[in-house]
């Protein structure tokens, strides 16, 4: 069945007029303002991008004091050993159940990572803390995001800083500046 109507899409003075039903970008219309910062704010308390959490310990270390959070990689010991955020306690997803109450404070917020954009594996540890009645977010990107903005990894060897993907971080800027 075809959907014969079609409301007109708001439009900015000056700008086209252009048919919702030709466009698939309005085809569904924007949420209202009011919607949309409430969704946006709600992302915002689930979710913490690489480079704020990288600023952030970067700030608390310069201090020396506590960042406020805690990071933990939810990743196996084998991907652990790959590389990992400097700080981060290994805390895989499948034993958050049995080790979240003797390694973290219900009080300190967490923040959970994984692989990256393409693995889940940070939102179900997330889940798990949540559920155990944690505070926590999610960082987006993971450890790929991590490593491509250019942030410290740690190993057992040491300490890397690779050079970071122009496609995701400024070359020659402290911060992308959002």
């Avoid at 109507?5 to 698939?24: F, I, K, R």
């Avoid at 499948?94 to 994984?114: F, G, H, N, S």
């Avoid at 490593?147 to 990894?153: A, C, D, H, L, V």
Wanted: hydrophobic share 45%.
């Amino acid at each position: 069945m075809t959907n014969t109507t079609s409301a007109a899409a708001p439009v900015a003075p000056g700008a086209p007029a252009v048919s919702a039903a030709a466009n698939s970008v309005l085809r569904v219309p924007p949420a209202s303002p009011e919607a949309a910062a409430a969704y946006f704010g709600a992302c915002l308390a689930f979710h913490a991008d690489v480079s704020d959490v990288a600023s952030a310990l970067a700030d608390a270390r310069a201090t020396g004091e506590d960042p406020g959070f805690v990071v933990i990689d939810s990743r196996s010991t084998a991907s652990w050993d790959q590389g990992h955020v400097p700080g981060a306690l290994h805390l895989p997803t499948a034993l958050i159940p049995e080790q979240a109450v003797r390694l973290l404070d219900k009080c300190v917020p967490v923040v959970t990572y994984c692989w990256g954009p393409g693995c889940n594996g940070a939102t179900r540890a997330a889940l798990a803390l949540a559920q155990l009645g944690y505070q926590v977010k999610e960082m987006l990107g993971g450890i790929e995001y991590w490593i491509r903005e250019g942030f410290e990894t740690e190993t057992w060897e040491g300490r890397e800083t690779r050079d970071a993907d122009p496609l995701t971080a400024p070359v020659d800027a402290a911060d992308c500046g959002c």
